[in-house]
Structures are given as structure tokens and as C-alpha cells.
């Protein structure tokens, strides 16, 4: 049973560029999580999106950041314009069903961000 | 949302039991309380979870207090692979804040020789 899968792995992005960050999620999972590690920091919540919803996005960065999970095809967390305090590793989670407090989240390996 | 405790650090013994404490005085009668831990360079793998009675599973065990203010994860033996940063999380339902993770700054465990 493959995991979550996350690509890439590393990515190297110059200021003003675009990262584009995707994630598979399990089979059978239909929702999906976005966090955000700093380095030296914990892991901070950003997105939970379902099949082409937004659910919750309090955790967003209000510009420059977007996400999306269509009904085809992997999750994407796209960063518009990369600057240096973006540089951080984003990990996705999936899970087969919405909150209930007791749903297991199932993380993928990340992927690490670095602008130069 | 209910916050937790955790000490920073915890060194143990390999082969010995581990206790992890984390405290959340200020928990609700529908929080949920879950274990994660993150290996180096890995994201975070689920341990284990319970709402009041202790709970047992291949990876760990988890002792609840009487007034669930506290709790403890529970590392029967621990091993070198087992050197981590657990978190402990609360997962409230009733107020949607069930789908996301919040995580601390949670315990390093260092496990050595």
C-alpha cells in the first residue's frame, strides 16, 4: 500500500519564482492537509482541502500562497513569488473522512523548500 | 483550543520503558488526545490516541488520568529507532477543529546505548 507521496523532494527556487508542491494522497483518502515546518520550529497547519474544496484555510499566508485539489490528479500547494522565509519543509496528510477527533492523519515524507 | 505541556527533552536507555508525560489542565469532555512523533528528516507518524480510558497498541501505550488533565505515552522498550520529537495534540470535534493538526513544540526523546 504505497503512502502519501510527496514531489518534489527538494526544491530549489531564486527569489520570485514560483514553487509548486504536490501530493499524492493514500488511495481511498479524500481529504488532505498542508503543513508548513520553519526551521527549528514545529509543524504549523495551513490548508485542509476535500476533492475541489477548500475546507479550511486559516492557516494560509494571505498572499502569495494558494492550494488546490482537483477532482483528477494530486493536491498542489503553489508559493507565488518565493522569498527567503519560505525556505522551510511542507508536509502533506491525508485521511479517508473529515474530523471527528479521531481520524488518523497519514504524513508524507515533505518536501524541503530552499530560496536562495 | 486547549493547549498542552511537554518537557523539551527526555533521555532514556535502550531497552528500558520510556514514560513521555504531557499535562492539558485545560481540556474539554470531547477532546480527543493523540500521539505523534516525527523521526529526523520524516514527517510525523501517528502513535496512538484515547479519550479516557488507556489505551494500548503495537507501537505504544497511553495512561490517562482519572480528571484527564494529564497523560503519559508509554515505550515499552525503547530503541535507537525510536529517537524522536513526540507531540501530544488535542482534537476537539464539536468545534471543527477536528481536521487539523495543532502541534507544540513537543519532547525530543533522545535514546542512547
Given at each position: 500500500n504505497a503512502g502519501v507521496m510527496q514531489n518534489p523532494r527538494h526544491l530549489v527556487r531564486r527569489r520570485g519564482q514560483e514553487a509548486r508542491l504536490r501530493c499524492s494522497p493514500m488511495k481511498g483518502h479524500?481529504?488532505?492537509?498542508?503543513?508548513?515546518?520553519?526551521?527549528?520550529?514545529?509543524?504549523?497547519?495551513?490548508?485542509?482541502?476535500?476533492?475541489?474544496?477548500?475546507?479550511?484555510e486559516s492557516g494560509m499566508?494571505?498572499?502569495?500562497?494558494?492550494?488546490?485539489?482537483?477532482?483528477?490528479?494530486?493536491?498542489?500547494?503553489?508559493?507565488?513569488?518565493v522569498v527567503r522565509g519560505d525556505s522551510a519543509a511542507y508536509f502533506c496528510a491525508s485521511s479517508r473522512g473529515?474530523?471527528?477527533?479521531?481520524?488518523?492523519?497519514y504524513f508524507g515524507p515533505g518536501t524541503r523548500l530552499l530560496v536562495l | 483550543?486547549?493547549?498542552?505541556?511537554?518537557?523539551?527533552?527526555?533521555?532514556?536507555?535502550?531497552?528500558?520503558?520510556?514514560?513521555?508525560?504531557?499535562?492539558?489542565?485545560?481540556?474539554?469532555?470531547?477532546?480527543?488526545?493523540?500521539?505523534?512523533?516525527?523521526?529526523?528528516?520524516?514527517?510525523?507518524?501517528?502513535?496512538?490516541?484515547?479519550?479516557?480510558s488507556n489505551v494500548n497498541n503495537r507501537m505504544a501505550s497511553l495512561a490517562i488520568a482519572e480528571d484527564r488533565k494529564s497523560s503519559t505515552l508509554i515505550l515499552h522498550r525503547a530503541t535507537l529507532r525510536d529517537a524522536a520529537v513526540y507531540y501530544c495534540i488535542l482534537r476537539d470535534p464539536s468545534?471543527?477543529?477536528?481536521?487539523?493538526?495543532?502541534?507544540?513544540t513537543g519532547t525530543q526523546l533522545k535514546v542512547e546505548l
Amino acid at each position: 500500500n504505497a503512502g502519501v507521496m510527496q514531489n518534489p523532494r527538494h526544491l530549489v527556487r531564486r527569489r520570485g519564482q514560483e514553487a509548486r508542491l504536490r501530493c499524492s494522497p493514500m488511495k481511498g483518502h479524500s481529504h488532505v492537509y498542508w503543513y508548513r515546518q520553519l526551521p527549528e520550529e514545529g509543524l504549523k497547519f495551513m490548508v485542509y482541502l476535500q476533492k475541489e474544496n477548500i475546507i479550511d484555510e486559516s492557516g494560509m499566508p494571505k498572499e502569495r500562497f494558494s492550494a488546490e485539489f482537483p477532482k483528477e490528479g494530486p493536491s498542489i500547494l503553489r508559493i507565488q513569488q518565493v522569498v527567503r522565509g519560505d525556505s522551510a519543509a511542507y508536509f502533506c496528510a491525508s485521511s479517508r473522512g473529515q474530523g471527528s477527533g479521531q481520524e488518523t492523519q497519514y504524513f508524507g515524507p515533505g518536501t524541503r523548500l530552499l530560496v536562495l | 483550543d486547549a493547549k498542552t505541556t511537554q518537557p523539551n527533552s527526555m533521555e532514556s536507555n535502550e531497552e528500558e520503558p520510556v514514560h513521555l508525560p504531557c499535562n492539558h489542565s485545560t481540556i474539554s469532555g470531547t477532546d480527543y488526545i493523540h500521539w505523534y512523533r516525527q523521526l529526523p528528516s520524516q514527517g510525523p507518524e501517528y502513535v496512538i490516541h484515547g479519550l479516557t480510558s488507556n489505551v494500548n497498541n503495537r507501537m505504544a501505550s497511553l495512561a490517562i488520568a482519572e480528571d484527564r488533565k494529564s497523560s503519559t505515552l508509554i515505550l515499552h522498550r525503547a530503541t535507537l529507532r525510536d529517537a524522536a520529537v513526540y507531540y501530544c495534540i488535542l482534537r476537539d470535534p464539536s468545534e471543527g477543529g477536528g481536521n487539523k493538526l495543532t502541534f507544540g513544540t513537543g519532547t525530543q526523546l533522545k535514546v542512547e546505548l
